[in-house]
């Protein structure tokens, strides 16, 4: 590890960056907190706001999805893993202002995409909803960035790589390649028939598993032992886990297509490679708790290490969960129910967002040189906690009895299967609150740090433009 | 790991693997499927004259199916019906067979969803439902269905005061309020679309099934289950299951019996009359073989009850059954639903023929001409 003086000159240089992804990010979080309640509410009461054409349900639960992913799920990446790199290479952030630059275009893009997708534009492709004219921004802005992070990398002091290094590399290259694949087989030559359904449920998924999930485990590999202060206990598995979610992953996310109109062999490899990713989740739990419980006191006096433990166990009871709902004679009872909400959110929500949390509040006071009050942080981790578990059992639990009662054929569909379902929506409609409420003091948290004082930052901009 | 270049290659080798697979491998499979007739003959080929499926949308169920893509119904509603070792859409009536690839060839934009707040899709234009309904349903879901959650579409509709022949009138339960609504084209194109949606048709790959469970839900149907391996001979399950294609085929060659006579045999009230526990299916054989080539008209009497309707010589194209055909599907009606009577054999139906030479093609019988002595 590097001495303090360049650690310091290294946060210096991500400070316009960092600062810039991760506020654009906790908008979107932000907005994605509002589709997700304007929905919630919309399946406990059909009436809320149904004269509006804009927030249909339809319209809102993708546009939310989209906002989650690449809004916040987006500009979360680019500031964590910009960070991370650049600590770990022991190099200096370069072209800030055309990264900066960069991360306006692509967050032009996806308001513009979802603004789109309200207005009726959806393209109807899973993930990639937004209309395709939005599409070619965010790519070419996706790859500036990418280009100038992997700039920082190559010109890396040791040329050692770590575990973290891989995760987070690896997650931001195969983002355009998955990108690119969808693109290519849905609008340039698109595929006919239930193709174009495999390779929007691939690509779908394969955007949770191959961008949002290692760039989640890498932030983990790089925070628990930079907290702890001590190295990774049998780190030597970490690479084995890692080619294990690079050669397995790809292949698991197409489970989901059990039973449905696409060539046996789809689901059925989907299927024995989601078993197999008990491997690769095995050896990161192993690395992450071996580690994290040898110094439990210190996790839990440390926010950031909290946050990111929450999500290392999330991830791995989140995934186990996903292997058995992955058997077939699981699937046939939990497949179309609404414990897709639950593996979404799980990942996305009390995985990916968490680690994201903890990263965020360690790299923040180190980047801005002010300290965020625990208070604030601890009131952002319990209502966070308090949320997402009670939005993962409502939606596990009224996913269970959604599947269990789908299956009796003689129960009528409306008045019985989803009316019991229903109290859920509720439980889920209260949990959205709950979490709409954490993360405004998310936002407030990390606009405070950032801009402690509108106007003196705005006098720091002038004299940096004019340095 | 340490090199940059053999890093990029690897984790792009395993992706591409996966690419390769379900991308290309999978196109080259099955990328070129196309419509085809229900059955082909020895060689492989469709035969002449026959109807191919799927078939393309029209003009406007095309611009409804935009419509149903830019609302977000796939969010809940899936298009397809599992296979039944995976689920149990076909239980629930939401179809007569699992959907196949073929069967999407024609969509330019496949949407098969994949959650279930709302009940499948996949057949919903078979399901016998009128335009009023769908658009009643459209306008409000909750005025056909009270626990409704599909959001209502008010936006697609005008709310007008005085009625005109298009217009559709939603009254409430207790009858005392009412409101007059006008479509939109839009609504219109998304009508078109959804009474599109039909998988009512058999292919190569993938037949009917029979069902043996009741749905309490929709108009779906009910066969009771028999058992009738043990005690029926050979030749007369054979002659009963060929029987069953004419009666279940609504295609050429077929009896497209069910339309009417329903899958369970039951008829529909007041309109078609019941085939199951039928004086006149498990009666005279001769008069059961005369209805079947040439049809019936006007007023019988069936268990007691009056029917007053118009049953066209069977067949597609009609009057067109071959008497064995005849023969397999009477046998078939008389030995299902808890029926039992004796088979009939093609010769007892070519001697009927026989004993009706000269009579014109398509001359419809009716019920007093059949049960006059002389013939």
């Known amino acids: ?467 | 790991m340490n090199n940059l270049a053999k890093f990029i290659s690897g984790i792009f080798i395993t992706l591409g693997l996966a690419w390769l697979a379900f991308v290309v491998g999978a196109r080259s499979q099955y990328g070129d499927l196309s419509p085809t007739a229900s059955s082909l003959d020895e060689d492989g080929n469709i035969p002449v004259d026959s109807d191919l499926h799927p078939i393309a949308l029209s003009g406007i169920a095309q611009q409804g199916a935009e419509e149903y893509a830019a609302l977000g119904c796939v969010t809940c509603h899936t298009q397809q019906v599992r296979r039944e070792d995976t689920g149990f859409d076909v239980e629930r009536g939401w179809g007569n067979r699992p959907s196949v690839p073929r069967d999407y060839v024609l969509q330019k934009q496949v949407l098969l969803g994949n959650s279930r707040i709302g009940p499948d899709l996949a057949n919903l234009g078979s399901r016998g439902h009128s335009d009023e309904w769908f658009h009643q349903h459209l306008f409000e879901p909750q005025t056909i269905v009270p626990s409704s959650l599909c959001p209502p579409s008010p936006f697609l509709y005008q709310q007008i005061e005085n009625a005109s022949s298009s217009d559709i009138t939603i009254s409430s339960e207790d009858g005392l309020d009412s409101r007059i609504i006008r479509p939109s084209i839009r609504a219109k194109r998304l009508v078109a679309y959804l009474s599109s949606l039909k998988q009512d048709y058999e292919l190569p790959e993938v037949s009917f099934i029979e069902k043996e469970e009741s749905d309490a839900e929709e108009e779906v149907v009910q066969t009771e289950s028999e058992d009738m391996s043990s005690t029926t001979p050979k030749w007369l399950e054979d002659q009963i299951s060929k029987g069953k294609e004419v009666y279940m085929k609504a295609a050429t060659g077929g009896g497209m019996c069910f339309t009417c006579h329903q899958i369970n045999g039951e008829g529909l009230a007041g309109q078609f009359p019941p085939l199951a526990n039928s004086d006149w299916v498990l009666g005279d054989k001769s008069r059961l073989i005369k209805i079947s080539m040439y049809g019936l008209m006007g007023e019988i009497e069936v268990n007691g009850v009056k029917y007053n309707n118009v049953m066209a010589p069977p067949g597609i194209p009609p009057g067109s059954l071959t008497d064995e055909q005849i023969a397999n599907v009477l046998t078939y009606i008389r030995n299902e639903w808890g029926n039992s009577a004796s088979a009939i054999s093609p010769e007892e139906v070519a001697s009927v023929r026989a004993s009706l030479k000269g009579r014109a093609p398509m001359q419809m019988f009716t019920s007093a001409e059949l049960s006059s002595p002389v013939q």
């Open chain 1, 1 to 467: 590890m590097s001495s303090d003086s360049s650690e310091k000159i290294i946060d210096r240089s991500a400070k316009w960056v960092f600062s810039f992804f991760i506020s654009s990010a906790g908008l979107w979080l932000l907005v994605a907190a509002l589709f997700a309640y304007l929905a919630a509410a919309k399946l406990t009461d059909p009436f809320f706001l149904s004269s509006c054409e804009l927030l249909t349900y339809g319209k809102i639960k993708v546009a939310q999805a989209n906002a989650f992913v690449y809004g916040w799920g987006g500009n979360a990446i680019f500031a964590v893993s910009i960070w991370i790199l650049a600590r770990l290479a022991q190099a200096e952030v370069r072209g800030p202002i055309i990264l900066v630059f960069a991360g306006v275009i692509w967050n032009l893009a996806i308001t513009f995409g979802i603004l789109g997708i309200l207005d009726g534009h959806m393209s109807g492709h899973e993930m990639l909803e937004m209309p395709t004219e939005v599409w070619p921004a965010m790519l070419i802005s996706y790859l500036l960035i990418t280009l100038l992070t992997l700039v920082i990398h190559r010109s890396r002091i040791i040329k050692e790589t770590i575990a973290p290094q891989w995760f987070i590399l690896a997650a931001l290259l195969w983002f355009p390649a998955l990108f690119l694949i969808a693109w290519n087989g849905m609008e340039i030559n698109p595929a006919r028939g239930t193709l174009q359904t495999v390779l929007s449920m691939w690509y779908g998924q394969s955007l949770i598993w191959l961008w949002l999930t290692p760039v989640a485990l890498g932030a983990a590999y790089y925070l628990i032992p930079a907290i702890l202060g001590r190295t990774i206990d049998k780190y030597y598995l970490a690479i084995f886990g890692f080619w294990c979610i690079a050669a397995l992953a790809p292949w698991s996310v197409v489970h989901h297509l059990e039973g449905g109109p696409v060539p046996m062999w789809i689901p059925a490899i989907g299927t024995v490679m989601s078993i197999a990713m008990v491997f690769p989740i095995a050896v990161a739990s192993t690395n992450f708790h071996a580690t994290a419980f040898l110094d439990i006191g210190k996790v839990w006096d440390s926010l950031p290490l909290r946050f990111v433990i929450f999500g290392t166990l999330s991830y791995t009871v989140s995934s186990y969960i996903g292997v058995v709902f992955s058997l077939p004679a699981v699937a046939k009872i939990t497949q179309f129910t609404i414990i897709n909400e639950f593996h979404f959110n799980q990942r996305v929500y009390g995985f990916f967002s968490m680690i994201i949390f903890g990263a965020v509040y360690f790299a923040l006071p180190r980047i801005t040189g002010r300290e965020i009050p625990k208070i604030a942080k601890s009131f952002h981790f319990w209502t966070s906690t308090f949320g997402v578990l009670l939005l993962l059992m409502a939606y596990l639990i009224g996913g269970l009895t959604h599947g269990v009662l789908a299956g009796q054929p003689s129960l009528p569909w409306s008045s019985s299967v989803i009316q019991s379902v229903q109290p859920y929506f509720i439980i889920t409609k209260f949990a959205f609150v709950i979490l709409a409420f954490s993360q405004i003091v998310f936002v407030f948290n990390v606009w405070r740090v950032i801009f402690p004082n509108p106007l003196l930052w705005l006098l720091a901009c002038k004299k940096e433009v004019e340095a």
